[in-house]
């Protein structure tokens, strides 16, 4: 299993760390308010910990569970210690008061522009920004769409998304995150306008599924 650092205290942050250590994963909370992350730690359990921001993430996978505008500065506040980690951008980038559209340009996307001011040793991933927390945090296999470049990451990012009780969805390289964003834009419409509620998850059927 894999060493995880979670950069955030919300509730995707929770989601994802309970899921997480039941995946036999470790867990590090990452954030500003550390009496906030202590107690999500002990929440958690598992054996989680908690540091604060000041403290460079010593997860061989980084978890940004930050607002999208924050996620950027973020990496770009740890530098070089970032170097040989995987980032896993978990943000959507529309505005919910009216659904706007993404607030990036069309042609990048948030996980784009993160890979930009990393190290050319560091793997950048956009994933589960498809996927309600709510719905997360039920004990059931979902698809999980992500999205990143070819090569031994892109196995370890399988490997932790499946060892969450998910089934890792390969959407394709890192330009595609972009898309991924758009799917988040997508999903919220559906839950506002379309199902008219938000316990529902994409899935990909394939013909084994049928």
Do not use: C
Not at 90 to 115: C, K, M, P
Not at 185 to 210: H, I
């Amino acid at each position: 299993m894999a060493s995880i650092s979670i950069i955030g205290l919300g509730n995707m942050a929770k989601v994802l760390g309970d899921r997480a250590v039941a995946g036999g994963n470790t867990v590090e909370f990452v954030g500003r308010d550390t009496d906030k992350a202590s107690t999500l730690a002990r929440t958690v359990g598992g054996g989680s910990t908690a540091v604060s921001m000041d403290a460079a993430p010593s997860g061989d996978i980084v978890i940004l569970a930050v607002p999208w505008q924050n996620a950027v500065p973020v990496v770009q506040q740890y530098g070089t210690a970032l170097d040989g980690k995987i980032i896993i951008d978990i943000s959507n980038t529309f505005d919910l008061s009216d659904y706007g559209g993404r607030h990036v340009a069309a042609e990048t996307s948030v996980a784009q522009e993160i890979a930009e001011v990393t190290g050319d040793s560091t793997e950048v991933f956009k994933a589960f920004n498809t996927i309600f927390g709510a719905v997360l945090s039920r004990n059931e296999q979902l698809d999980a769409l992500f999205a990143g470049n070819e090569g031994p990451a892109k196995d370890v990012v399988t490997s932790f998304i499946e060892s969450l009780g998910l089934r890792a969805v390969y959407a394709g390289p890192l330009v595609m995150a972009r898309v991924l964003e758009e799917t988040g834009l997508l999903v919220m419409g559906l839950g506002r306008w379309g199902e008219k509620n938000y316990d529902f998850s994409l899935a990909v059927r394939r013909g084994t599924d049928v």
